[in-house]
């Protein structure tokens, strides 16, 4: 019943801008914890960025830290992550993640911790 689905993928330039969305349904997107992984060719998925109940309370890998921003819309059921300044190693399939969080769950940066996975959209940065 839960089901997340990735949109915004695409080609850039360097230096270029690009929203990925993230729409879910099943669930309330501000009742579960929301996050952003990526993989490129022959790496492990990595964290990316999460958000929790408490709209203010986002985290960011440090790779893209001060370049990404995530946020979501409550009305739409949608989370979204803008993504700015582009590098070509930010070229990855981004997957969207949700999980039911509490206290003593695994920790936000582990896939393992993460119950629902979008399909992914794939993002590729040209130099």
């Known amino acids: 019943q839960v089901q997340l689905v990735e949109s915004g993928g695409g080609l850039v330039q360097a230096g270029g801008s690009l929203r990925l969305s993230c729409a879910a349904s099943?669930?309330?997107?501000?009742?579960?914890?929301m996050g952003w992984f990526r993989q490129a060719p022959g790496k492990e998925r990595e964290f990316v960025s999460r958000i929790l109940w408490s709209a203010d309370n986002t985290h960011y890998a440090d790779s893209v830290n001060g370049r990404f921003t995530i946020s979501r819309d409550n009305a739409k059921n949608t989370v979204y992550l803008q993504m700015n300044s582009l590098k070509p190693e930010d070229t990855a399939v981004y997957y969207c993640a949700a999980g039911p969080f509490g206290r003593y769950s695994g920790h936000y940066s582990y896939t393992s911790s993460w119950s629902y996975w979008g399909q992914g959209t794939q993002v590729t940065v040209s130099s």
């Open positions: 099943g669930f309330t997107v501000s009742s579960y914890a």
